[in-house]
């Protein structure tokens, strides 16, 4: 039996003062995470005995969290030449592959069970009373891109009495994207765009597979798989705010 938990939990923030005044020729705030996490565990069993028994398992969890803010305070004052961007940006990849082996010329009994909880967000957000004038864009950016492969895979044979392959694999997946302009806000721009954009872009693979077989009396193979997403994203201004 093969038993793995990973526990991810990053923060980022770029966080600006209220009434902090800047002036220049380009004004960016960024806070970016990037995470690539690969998760591999392997289970074998083998018993060789007429009446013996083989059991093979693997027992994967993982939680992770991301949390990346971009923030300016009340009454900022940004004054740039160029362009003024404030960016939130989450890349995320995970990668779990999942196997267990259970071979018997009496009883084998194979499973693989995986269990993922990813907790996601990003906010690019500018407090109340902000004025910002620029010579060319002004943009507020939240953008999360994540990215899960999850294999599982249980493989159970035996000559004997019986064999038994399973797999179960559970993910639950909360994203949260916000870009938000704060109440009475002032942006101007010469010659450019004024962005504010949430942008959330997610792509998920799942194989799972059960395979048993007997020559004997019983052979049976499952497969249970359970999907729970839930996604938000949103570019808002507040009250008010002149562009």
């Known amino acids: 039996l093969t038993v793995g938990f990973l526990s991810n939990n990053t923060n980022v923030a770029v966080l600006i003062g209220d009434d ?3 002036t220049a020729a380009n004004i960016t705030g960024s806070a970016k995470a990037i995470t690539d996490i690969w998760v591999i565990t392997v289970a074998a069993s083998l018993a060789a005995g007429s009446s013996g028994a083989s059991i093979g398992g693997a027992i994967t969890a993982i939680d992770s ?3 990346i803010l971009m923030k300016t305070g009340d009454r900022v ?3 740039a030449t160029d362009s003024i961007s404030l960016l939130a940006e989450n890349d995320q990849a995970l990668t779990l592959i999942s196997t267990s082996a259970s071979a018997s010329s009496g009883v084998a009994v194979g499973g693989t069970v995986a269990v993922i909880v990813i907790d996601d967000t990003t906010t690019a957000r500018t ?3 902000n004025t910002f004038k620029a ?4 943009r507020l950016s939240a953008a999360d891109t994540e990215k899960l492969i999850n294999i ?3 493989v159970s044979g035996s000559t004997g009495t019986a064999t038994v392959a399973g797999t179960l694999g559970v993910v639950i997946t909360e994203s949260a994207t916000l870009a938000q302009a704060g109440d009475y806000n002032n942006w101007e721009t010469v010659n450019g765009d004024i962005l504010i954009l949430a942008d959330s872009s997610i792509s998920q693979i799942f194989i799972i597979t059960a395979l048993a077989v007997s020559s004997g009396q019983v052979a049976a193979g499952a497969t249970v798989a359970v999907y729970v997403f839930n996604q938000s994203v949103k570019a808002l201004t507040g009250a008010e705010c002149v562009f």
Do not use: A, M, P, Q
């Open 127 to 129: 407090g109340s009373y």
């Open 152 to 154: 599982l895979v249980s």
């Open 77 to 79: 004052v940004f004054t």
């Open 20 to 22: 902090t005044k800047i």
């Open 135 to 138: 010579g060319n864009e002004i």
């Open 65 to 67: 969290s991301n949390v």
